[in-house]
Nanobody
Framework: QVQLVESGGGLVQAGKSLRLSCAAS????????MGWYRQAPGKQRALVAS???????NYADSDQGRFTISRDNTKNTVYLQIDSLKPEDTAVYYC???????????????WGQGTQVTVSS
């Protein structure tokens, strides 16, 4: 099993920045894609950004410019920097990772418990 623990959420004012972290632990042989999703009240969970082990990044089209995803493979950690926060960024942010437990590289999908980000105007 793999555990993903997010941190860094909270209540912030519009225009400020926030950095979310997600650390993976457990039975990890290799982490492939890691990503961030968010779910606002009454809406479906949606991709914010993802990054492969090799550093290939994908951003949701609406997020480019204010969101920066990065990862530290030595720490099994992925980060999401959010700049110029807007009230519409208010959501629960979830970490996602595809992890393999051994050399057979049978990847399974894991989710964190989510971290609340609330942006006040």
């Amino acid at each position: 099993q793999v555990q993903l623990v997010e941190s860094g959420g909270g209540l912030v004012q519009a225009g400020k920045s926030l950095r979310l972290s997600c650390a993976a632990s457990g039975s990890i042989f290799r982490l492939e894609v890691m990503g961030w999703y968010r779910q606002a009240p009454g809406k479906q969970r949606a991709l914010v950004a993802s990054i492969t082990r090799g550093g290939r990044i994908n951003y949701a089209d609406s997020d480019q410019g204010r969101f920066t995803i990065s990862r530290d493979n030595t720490k099994n950690t992925v980060y999401l920097q959010i700049d110029s926060l807007k009230p519409e960024d208010t959501a629960v942010y979830y970490c996602n990772a595809a992890a393999a437990a051994d050399y057979r590289l049978r990847y399974a999908d894991y989710w964190g418990q989510g971290t609340q980000v609330t942006v006040s105007s």
